[in-house]
């Protein structure tokens, strides 16, 4: 469908069972996160909140709740962008065959955006940002967040929609030191494109203009996440996403999305910054209170009947997960053009995306080596972890295979390398690097290790399917669990020295054991794959919580020669997990109760 609002998009999906109305009030202040987070668990509805405490704007969530619903949206036009990705990574393909490609050709035409449009809906009224739904979504977060903001800026040495950036990145609209209605914080690296325009102000020495689009045509979110191949700028994607130009217009030097249902617009000016945060993120901890840019409000517009989209982060899997395959889809092998050798990679939804890749590529270097061992895998590990957001990632898995093996069947991908992977050889590790901002593992803000275990050959080991008896006999072992074959999970009050000499001493007895996960609660990581990824993956920074049975130090090299240990307890240094408030869920109840406007639905 071609939408012109987020409205006509609501209005779509309640005709075709995909939207539910709430009519009861309900308080921004928790109570809409609660709700949005269990409905969303039980694979539920969009949700169109009509009564908002507080606010005289209606509010919407989980509308790209599932993969199926957002293909849903899109399904006029998603064919079409799947065949321009495809045809960008194949322009021969356009060649030889022009009028079967004839109709992607036409689709692209919605890509110039429209300037000066004569409508311009969202210019209808000018208002507060106090007048907005506040909305708070976890307990200690700072304040009310913009969770789908579309954040535009311009390049001052190239000004215009072609060469601007527009991005999802999170605003702190209230709370903190922030001066309600005046100031707000906007959360974003120097290295992401409205970063680099900022940088190029601060030495010019001027202000940098920014404005937040809040909803419009649902091509618009899309386009602000979608991770968009140099050149491409995110206006003329969302046109051709959406079947309808991107329409724009400049209000007192600002940029102004007049499809949009709010617009924020202020300035940031050199080296000025507030503390933003905490926020309850996608890894499922909070991110901490941080110096990060301030926005000064210059005027804040809005539709007559403006709706305000908003999603909740925390653990996975959450409504981003459905963004995420949606990109994927869209996508395709476009990630396998610009690297060779990759077959395939999967960033972890359950580890929260960043922190954990799974690839397959091509080992070719050393077709006639009489022993198979990783080579031509080394250098496609190197592009991933050089490439993009790819490049956050803190534990990369990557073998080669000839067999039906996926990185999305995960504890299969798992076993596979378990079986093969060489813990004196098989292990790098890149220390003192970067890792995500949001996560709390490493040494310091953006500060921590990687590493790569790159497995191939032959097996090696017959993975244990059962507790190996030595975990009934080690002194200070509190619990011991089988998470998956060939991986323990473990709770010690002794320390990871003395707990390393005892496994040493009976090293064969662990012959069959991978991997051991040294955590706070054995039963909840062992109880589904799951927690087991979650756990293990974000509270580790590589370098530092990594040790191993029997291990050594070979020209620098680290390794071990029994099984790898993960210490994997929350350190003092991590951010606290996000937790329900059972108070906030009892007062929910009654929106899902009989009579409810969400009977049935959570």
């Not at 949005?36 to 949700?47: C, D, F, K, S, W």
């Not at 010690?492 to 991978?514: C, F, W």
């Amino acid at each position: 469908m071609s939408y012109d609002s987020l409205e006509k998009c609501l209005i779509d999906l309640e005709q075709h069972g995909h939207l539910i109305r709430i009519k009861e009030e309900v308080d921004p202040y928790l109570e809409m996160a609660a709700i949005h987070l269990r409905v969303h668990e039980a694979q539920g509805p969009a949700l169109l909140f009509e009564n908002v405490k507080g606010s005289k704007f209606r509010a919407a969530s989980n509308i790209f709740g599932t993969t199926d619903r957002s293909k849903f949206i899109f399904r006029k036009t998603f064919a079409q962008i799947q065949k321009l990705i495809q045809l960008k990574n194949n322009p021969v393909e356009a060649i030889k065959h022009p009028f079967s490609n004839i109709g992607v050709g036409l689709a692209a035409l919605k890509a110039l955006p429209l300037k000066n449009p004569s409508s311009k809906p969202v210019l209808y009224q000018t208002i507060n940002i106090s007048d907005l739904p506040l909305i708070q979504h976890w307990k200690d977060d700072g304040g009310a967040f913009v969770t789908l903001p579309q954040v535009y800026s311009e390049d001052i040495d190239q000004p215009g929609i072609m060469h601007a950036n527009m991005g999802m990145y999170r605003i702190q609209l209230s709370g903190n030191e922030y001066e309600l209605n005046k100031e707000i914080g906007l959360h974003y690296q120097l290295h992401r494109g409205i970063g680099v325009h900022q940088t190029k102000a601060n030495k010019a020495g001027i202000p940098l203009k920014v404005s937040c689009f809040v909803g419009g045509p649902p091509a618009h979110t899309l386009a602000a996440v979608m991770p968009l191949p140099e050149g491409v700028g995110e206006a003329t994607f969302a046109g051709v996403l959406g079947g309808r130009r991107f329409r724009y217009t400049y209000q007192d030097g600002f940029a102004v999305s007049t499809d949009a249902d709010f617009v924020i617009t202020g300035t940031v000016y050199p080296n000025e910054t507030k503390p933003e945060g905490p926020f309850g993120d996608h890894l499922g901890y909070y991110s901490l209170k941080h110096p990060f840019p301030l926005m000064k409000v210059h005027k804040v517009f809005a539709r007559k009947d403006a709706i305000w989209p908003f999603t909740v982060v925390g653990r996975p899997p959450q409504e981003d997960t459905s963004f995420g395959n949606l990109i994927h889809e869209i996508a395709g092998d476009a990630l396998q053009v610009e690297i060779p050798g990759l077959k395939e990679v999967n960033a972890v939804d359950a580890a929260g995306v960043h922190p954990l890749l799974l690839a397959i590529g091509s080992e070719r270097y050393t077709p006639y080596a009489p022993t198979k061992r990783p080579a031509e895998l080394l250098t496609i590990a190197n592009h991933i972890l050089g490439t993009g957001q790819l490049s956050l990632a803190k534990f990369l898995f990557i073998t080669a295979s000839d067999n039906a093996l996926s990185t999305h069947h995960i504890e299969e991908y798992l076993q596979y390398i378990f079986e093969r992977i060489d813990w004196t050889r098989d292990i790098h590790f890149h220390t003192n690097t970067t890792i995500d901002t949001l996560d709390y593992s490493g040494t310091g803000l953006n500060t921590g290790s990687k590493v790569v275990f790159a497995a191939y050959g032959p097996t090696i080991r017959n993975l244990c399917k059962e507790l190996p008896s030595i975990f009934n006999e080690l002194n200070g072992l509190k619990n011991a669990k089988l998470v998956i074959p060939g991986v323990i999970a473990i709770e010690t009050t002794v320390g990871i020295d003395i707990l390393k000499q005892q496994l040493s001493a009976r090293k064969e007895d662990l012959k069959d054991v991978a991997q051991i996960v040294i955590c706070d609660d054995a039963d909840f990581v062992a109880a589904t794959l799951n927690n087991y990824l979650w756990v293990a993956y974000t509270r580790c920074n590589p370098a530092n919580d990594i040790d191993g049975v029997d291990d050594f130090i070979d020209h620098k090299h680290w390794g071990c020669k029994g099984a790898l240990m993960m210490d994997a307890r929350i350190k003092p240094h991590h951010a606290p997990p996000l937790e329900k408030v059972p108070a906030v869920e009892q007062r929910i109840d009654r929106l899902f109760a009989k009579g409810g406007s969400l009977y049935g639905k959570g």
